[in-house]
C-alpha cells in the first residue's frame, strides 16, 4: 500500500516562498506520476503540477507557471513543489497525489492521495 506524506506548508507573506515535500512509502513502481492538488475554501479541488516518475516531464496549471517548480529525487521516492512569488490566492490545502500512469491531473483518476498540508497567504 502506498502512503505519501507531506510536509513543508505553513504560512507566509505574499511575494514570500515555501517548499513542499512528498516522501512515497510501500512504493516500488517507478512509472507514472506524482503531483500535487490543491483546494481554497470554498472551491473544487485542481491540479497544480505533476511530474513523470520516468523522464522528468512536467506539467503546470496556468495559474502557477513560471512561479512553483515540480522535481523530484527518485532515489528518496520524494517529490517537491518550490513555490515562488506566493500570492493570497495560492492559500488552500496542498496534496500531494501518486498514479501509476502518466496522467496525475485528472482528480478522479489519482490512485493515491496524501493527508494534506495547509498553505496560507497573508497580504
Known amino acids: 500500500q502506498v502512503q505519501l506524506v507531506e510536509s513543508g506548508g505553513g504560512s507566509v507573506q505574499a511575494g514570500g516562498s515555501l517548499r513542499l515535500s512528498c516522501a512515497a512509502s510501500g512504493d516500488g513502481d517507478n512509472r507514472g506520476c506524482m503531483g500535487w492538488f490543491r483546494q481554497a475554501p470554498g472551491k473544487e479541488r485542481e491540479a497544480v503540477a505533476s511530474?513523470?516518475?520516468?523522464?522528468?516531464?512536467?506539467y503546470y496549471a496556468n495559474s502557477v507557471k513560471g512561479r512553483f517548480t515540480v522535481s523530484q529525487d527518485t532515489a528518496k521516492n520524494t517529490v517537491y513543489l518550490l513555490m515562488n512569488r506566493l500570492k493570497p490566492e495560492d492559500t488552500g490545502t496542498y496534496y500531494c497525489v501518486r498514479r501509476s500512469y502518466a496522467d496525475c491531473r485528472v482528480e478522479a483518476e489519482v490512485g493515491y492521495w496524501g493527508q494534506g498540508t495547509q498553505v496560507t497567504v497573508s497580504t
Open positions: 511530474i513523470l516518475r520516468n523522464g522528468d516531464r512536467t
